[in-house]
């Protein structure tokens, strides 16, 4: 099916160790951006891409890499896991032509839990 | 304060009743998004709205540019509409990029 997808849907890792959170998308989307969602706040973007081989920092970067080598993959790295980065990740793709938007399409969320 | 805000927070209806959640937003827009989570799931988008009204079924968005403001309404209600319903901005200041600003979300439970 088209759209996001998410790998894994749950986790359970140490403080300290590190993991790949896999999000590819089969819609020819050149946006992705990675989210997480914290209760009693909004989504807030962590890393985002605008085209292959090009990424910048969102809103809460800290402790988190992200690459962009083809149109498809965007992987989310946790570098050395910490507890505040408990939360539910959500990756999502779009694209744009001018001004105007469309398909923003959201990946099923990983449930990360460091402990 | 919140770039997008929305009210209420908490919502709880019976079945059939007419639901309206709002969206107040203070910067300059290209596009609004209503989107649905239901418990424990993944988030789905429901409209994406740059002026006027769009409907879909028994949901209904409306947004007023210059009153930056928007809302998405549900009619005849059932349970299973229960989910949380998010709004979401794209700013115009964002430029290329597709960013968007989320609102906190507004928690709707339809009784039976």
């Known amino acids: 099916n088209a759209g996001v997808t998410q790998t894994p849907k749950f986790q359970v890792l140490k403080t300290g160790q590190s993991m790949t959170l896999q999000c590819a998308q089969d819609m020819n989307h050149e946006y992705m951006s990675w989210y997480r969602q914290d209760p009693g706040m909004g989504l807030r973007l962590i890393h985002y891409s605008v085209g292959a081989g090009i990424t910048d920092q969102g809103e809460v970067p800290n402790g988190y890499n992200v690459s962009r080598s083809t149109t498809e993959d965007f992987p989310l790295r946790l570098l050395s896991a910490a507890p505040s980065q408990t939360s539910v990740y959500f990756c999502?793709?779009?694209?744009?032509?001018?001004?105007?938007?469309?398909?923003?399409?959201f990946g099923s969320g990983t449930r990360l839990t460091v402990v | 304060k919140n770039e997008v805000e929305q009210s209420p927070q908490n919502l709880t209806a019976q079945e059939g009743e007419f639901i309206t959640i709002n969206c107040s937003y203070s910067?300059?827009?290209?596009?609004l998004h209503w989107l649905q989570q239901h418990p424990g799931g993944g988030i789905v988008s429901l409209f994406m709205?740059?002026?006027g009204k769009k409907k879909h079924g028994r949901l209904i968005a409306t947004i007023n540019i210059q009153e930056k403001h928007s809302s998405l309404h549900i009619t005849a209600s059932h349970p299973r509409d229960s989910a949380v319903y998010i709004c979401?901005?794209?700013?115009?200041?964002?430029?290329?990029?597709?960013?968007?600003?989320f609102g906190t979300g507004t928690l709707l439970a339809v009784q039976p």
């Open positions: 999502a793709s779009s694209y744009s032509q001018g001004t105007k938007t469309y398909g923003y399409t």
């Open positions: 709205l740059s002026s």
């Open positions: 979401a901005v794209r700013p115009r200041y964002g430029g290329a990029t597709n960013k968007l600003i």
């Open positions: 910067v300059g827009i290209s596009a």
